[in-house]
T-cell receptor, first 117, second 114 residues
Framework: GAGVSQSPSNKVTEKGKDVELRCDPISGHTALYWYRQSLGQGLEFLIYFQGNSAPDKSGLPSDRFSAERTGGSVSTLTIQRTQQEDSAVYLC???????????????FGPGTRLTVT | AQSVTQPDIHITVSEGASLELRCNYSYGATPYLFWYVQSPGQGLQLLLKYFSGDTLVQGIKGFEAEFKRSQSSFNLRKPSVHWSDAAEYFCAVGAGNYGQNFVFGPGTRLSVLP
């Protein structure tokens, strides 16, 4: 398809386990974003990639969270030693990126619903 | 850094009534402005965007928004609401040279009465 895809769509894991969430952006989009949306809450920015580099990691809530992007395309968000407070929907978005930066809208994937038991 | 406020957490309107969702932003220059909609269990969909030019922008599903620089606002409007418009609406601001300067408001939940 032509849109942003994320996998898995749902993930249930036990507290203390590690999880990996995957995002496939729209082909040609150089910018990729991860957000977290807790139940009934707005979007919490986690991390932004421009190409394979992440100039802004300020939103990652703890050192248990990490992300990488390879080949300027697929990105993986890893949460180590998951806690119950990590339960949320994790959204990925991609956009074109030009000299004007934020003028390009973000296209969102359907999200991964993570439940930590 | 820019910020976005959406003063109304939850709004209820009757089907067929008009709608206005408020959005105020804080930024030192003209930002890029967006409205997104998130239907229950769905991802976020772009409704409309403002970059420059005409301050009244038209979007999908019959929505429009007006940029008012003097009020730092970008309110979303629809003349006649449909039951299918019930959703969460997010205002967002993009600015700066890097994509991380893309801030979402807290969202307004719209309920529609039959």
């Amino acid at each position: 398809g032509a849109g942003v895809s994320q996998s898995p769509s749902n993930k249930v894991t036990e507290k203390g386990k590690d999880v990996e969430l995957r995002c496939d952006p729209i082909s040609g989009h150089t910018a990729l974003y991860w957000y977290r949306q807790s139940l009934g809450q707005g979007l919490e920015f986690l991390i932004y990639f421009q190409g394979n580099s992440a100039p802004d990691k300020s939103g990652l809530p703890s050192d248990r969270f990490s992300a990488e992007r390879t080949g300027g395309s697929v990105s993986t968000l890893t949460i180590q030693r998951t806690q119950q407070e990590d339960s949320a929907v994790y959204l990925c978005a991609s956009s074109l990126e030009g000299l004007a930066g934020g003028r390009y809208e973000q296209y969102f994937g359907p999200g991964t619903r993570l439940t930590v038991t | 850094a820019q910020s976005v406020t959406q003063p109304d957490i939850h709004i209820t309107v009757s089907e067929g009534a008009s709608l206005e969702l408020r959005c105020n932003y804080s930024y030192g220059a003209t930002p890029y402005l967006f409205w997104y909609v998130q239907s229950p269990g769905q991802g976020l969909q772009l409704l409309l965007k403002y970059f420059s030019g005409d301050t009244l922008v038209q979007g999908i599903k019959g929505f429009e928004a007006e940029f008012k620089r003097s009020q730092s606002s970008f309110n979303l409007r629809k003349p006649s609401v449909h039951w299918s418009d019930a959703a969460e609406y997010f205002c967002a601001v993009g600015a700066g040279n890097y994509g991380q300067n893309f801030v979402f408001g807290p969202g307004t939940r719209l309920s529609v009465l039959p």
